[in-house]
């Protein structure tokens, strides 16, 4: 099962020549889930991935840098005569946003689900769940999200159960699944339960416990950094983080691995990179489309990809009719 982040836009507060505003496109399977919407998300999209039909949208809080693309967008669905229902989660208030924004979409030809989420609520899908995390920002309703899958399976000894009497084939999936096969009990033929994966993505918040306890030992923690340390008062007074705060706590977590995110336009990047690589080695500054994939956890580490490196290789693949070869990087 593939899992992967596609970063739609890497900025904060407002847009830059490299940087759109907040918004992540996650990738499980055939599960296609946006974290965030800030102005001009669809734009990015069709300039990158395309606009995705995603099913669900999940608004970490209501400064517009974070939902100001969502009406836009819902309209871009509507005139595409999108059929499939679509549910846009957030913490409480989002029902009244949606409300007054109604005026700007419309009547839509699909059904839209409002929810509003408490604190620490889960929405389960098919094999994993995402969670709401309560975050400081500014004392209003805000939320970071963690996606955390399902244990596993653990792995058939297959020599043992033929060794049983259970023939290779259906059987072996039934046992698998959890099922007794004649006087073989899955106990006695499968390995212990793997551990799925976990993302935690943290919205705008400054340093947390709840973050830290919800990103424990998670495969990649997405958390802002809208400023340099020196900048760790203004960081204080708007409920925002360091670079190095977001090492720091990911240092204590003990992810796997950390990517920031939601850049001040005062910074390329590179300059809140080093800082947090000072304090935690395995960080990462995702540009605009820059992809993040993210596989179990015995097969590595999760892996960022930049969207150039994505681009050779789809030219290498498709030769230079990709349509990738037509979209400019950022």
Known sequence: MDLSLFFVGTGGSVPSARRGLPAVLVRRGGDRLLFDCGEGTQRQLVRSAGLVDMDSVFITHFHAD????LPGMLKSFALRERQEPLTVYGPGGLSELMGVMRIVYGRLP???????????????????????????????????YALVEEPRPGHLDA????QLGVRP?????????????GD???EQVMGPAREGRKIVISG??????AVTMAAHQADLLVHEATFAEEEAERALETSHSTARQAAELARGAEVRLLALTHFSSRYAGG??????????????APRDFDTIEVPFPERGRAKLERWSERQARERAQNGPSSPAETVASP
């Open 66 to 69: 974070h939902w100001l693309g």
């Open 110 to 144: 699909y059904p839209l689900e409002v929810v509003e989420l408490e604190p620490a609520q889960t929405v389960e899908r098919d094999g994993y769940l995402i969670a709401a995390i309560p975050v400081r920002h500014r004392g209003e309703a805000s939320f970071g």
């Open 159 to 162: 020599q043992l159960a033929e």
């Open 169 to 181: 084939g259906p059987d072996f999936g039934r046992l698998q699944r959890g099922e007794t096969v």
């Open 184 to 186: 073989v009990s899955p």
């Open 204 to 209: 705008d918040t400054s340093p947390c416990e």
């Open 271 to 284: 300059e809140l990179l080093d800082e947090a690589r000072q304090v935690f080695a395995a960080t990462e």
